[in-house]
């Protein structure tokens, strides 16, 4: 893994947004999904009324990894070891105990299995699961990755899926409430 550890602000939230890990310049940049991903999550949450800067100021992001994981040497970014996962959980178990969050948005393959158990992407975008993580209950709403280099989001089934998940996700009471905060408490 590459330092620094990249957070998001630090933001008293009941939504917590959990991705894998951060790429290789959201280290420079000091803020988690600031690339290209960034562009397309952010685009997906302004469909259900939260732009970039809202999104940022109401909603608390975390990783399962807080740094860089390195080049694949075949290509892309190399996804995380069994070990760095396990050397990070605490922080994000920690989190979870302190916010008690009731809506969670595991982002991608390798942070939704740190929530549930699904074999399939098609077996998990577009529903919502209850689940327990670190001694608190909560709804799980999984996206799919945003990255520029997956195309599971873009075709069939994968956009009527990541279409529902919007939509749930902008009837999910906690996204009603955040849209709806006034703005001085950004």
């Known amino acids: 893994m590459h330092p620094p550890v990249v957070l998001g602000q630090p933001t008293i939230s009941r939504v917590l947004l959990v991705g894998q890990a951060p790429g290789p310049r959201e280290g420079m940049l000091g803020r988690p999904f600031a690339w290209t991903a960034g562009k397309t999550l ?3 949450m302004a469909q259900v009324g939260l732009g970039e800067g809202e999104f940022r100021g109401r909603v608390y992001m975390a990783a399962v990894c807080r740094c860089f994981p390195g080049k694949n040497p075949a290509g892309g970014d190399r996804v995380p070891s069994d070990l760095e996962i396990a050397s990070c959980a605490p ?3 920690a989190e979870i105990k302190i916010l008690k969050p009731s809506l969670v948005l595991p ?8 929530f549930t158990d699904f074999e399939n992407l098609t077996d998990v975008v577009g529903t919502i699961r209850r689940v327990t993580r670190a001694g608190v209950e909560f709804d799980l709403l999984a996206l799919p990755h945003p990255s520029g280099a997956s195309t599971w989001h873009r075709k069939e089934p994968g956009l009527t899926l990541l279409t529902r998940a919007l939509e ?3 009837d999910h ?12 408490r950004l």
Do not use: C, T, Y
């Open 42 to 44: 952010f685009r997906w």
């Open 91 to 93: 922080w994000l178990d």
């Open 107 to 114: 982002v991608g393959r390798l942070a939704i299995a740190q």
């Open 173 to 184: 009471p906690e996204m009603q409430r955040l849209r709806n905060m006034p703005p001085h």
């Open 168 to 170: 749930l996700l902008d």
